[in-house]
């Protein structure tokens, strides 16, 4: 799910710049929010899953130290 939005949003930037190049800047221009939106959502799903994965180790760490204590 992760590549799906780079996918996403590099699909609706050529689309829109397709169309943009055909039709004019004013009709198509408001779509390549879509393309900074399907961008943000890779950035953000990218940044949560390496900090979840820091937390997780994090956790494991906790737990040997917990366990190594006793």
């Excluded at 198509?28 to 393309?35: L, S």
């Amino acid at each position: 799910m992760l590549y799906f939005w780079l996918f996403a949003a590099i699909v609706v930037f050529l689309i829109t710049t397709y169309f943009s190049l055909t039709d004019g800047i004013k009709k198509w221009g408001f779509y390549y929010v879509f393309a900074v939106i399907a961008l943000m959502m890779f950035v953000v799903k990218k940044w949560m899953m390496n900090r979840m994965e820091k937390h997780i180790q994090f956790l494991e760490e906790k737990k040997r130290a917990e366990q190594a204590a006793k």
